[in-house]
Structure formats: structure tokens, C-alpha cells
């Protein structure tokens, strides 16, 4: 069973950055793309950024120049390091198994708890 492990939200002004972590397990990992997705207050999950097992990259739009997504595959490890914040991406921030794609599609397993990112003044 895979098992997803994120860390690293918090609280941040507008304009701070944040870094966030997953740790995945259960998986070989370096086998697998990764993505992280957000779900905010009354709103769907989104993906937000993917990363295929050859360092390819996908973003959202409303991330894109903002957010950029890397793995370490010896630490079984993706991040996402969060630049330029806006109170828009107040959400709480997932990673999971994605199917790698023209348009990626996942998760392939369940959720992991999250982390919260709060972004205000």
C-alpha cells in the first residue's frame, strides 16, 4: 500500500514563499510521476503541478512562474517550492501517483492528511 507523507504548509504573507514536501512509500518510487494538488475552502481539487519520471514538468496556469515541482528520487522525495504567494492559494496541499500524460490524471491511491497553506496579511 502506498503511503504519502506531506509536510511543510503554514502561515505566509502575500508575496512569501513556502517549500512543501511528500514522502512516499509503499512505491517504487522513481517508477512513479508525482503531482501535487490543492483543494481550497468550496472548491474542487485541482492538480497544480506534475513531474514525470524523467523530470518532465506540468503547472497550472494559475501557478505557472510561480510554483515549480522536483523530485529526489534517492530520498523517495517531491516538493513544491512556492514563490510569490497569493491569498488564492490558501488551500490544503496534497501530493499523489499521478498517470503520466498529455493531460496527467490521478491520484492512483488514496489521499495522504495534507498540509495546510494559509496565505494572508
Known amino acids: 500500500q502506498v503511503h504519502l507523507v506531506e509536510s511543510g504548509g503554514g502561515l505566509v504573507q502575500p508575496g512569501g514563499s513556502l517549500r512543501l514536501s511528500c514522502v512516499v512509500s509503499?512505491?517504487?518510487?522513481?517508477?512513479?510521476?508525482m503531482g501535487w494538488y490543492r483543494r481550497a475552502p468550496e472548491k474542487e481539487r485541482e492538480l497544480v503541478a506534475g513531474i514525470s519520471i524523467d523530470m518532465s514538468t506540468k503547472y497550472a496556469d494559475s501557478v505557472k512562474g510561480r510554483f515549480t515541482i522536483s523530485r529526489e528520487n534517492a530520498e523517495n522525495t517531491v516538493y513544491l517550492q512556492m514563490n510569490s504567494l497569493k491569498p488564492e492559494d490558501t488551500a490544503i496541499y496534497y501530493c499523489g501517483r499521478l498517470r503520466w500524460g498529455v493531460s496527467p490524471s490521478g491520484p492512483l491511491d488514496n489521499w495522504g492528511q495534507g498540509t495546510q497553506v494559509t496565505v494572508s496579511s
Open positions: 509503499g512505491t517504487v518510487f522513481r517508477f512513479n510521476a
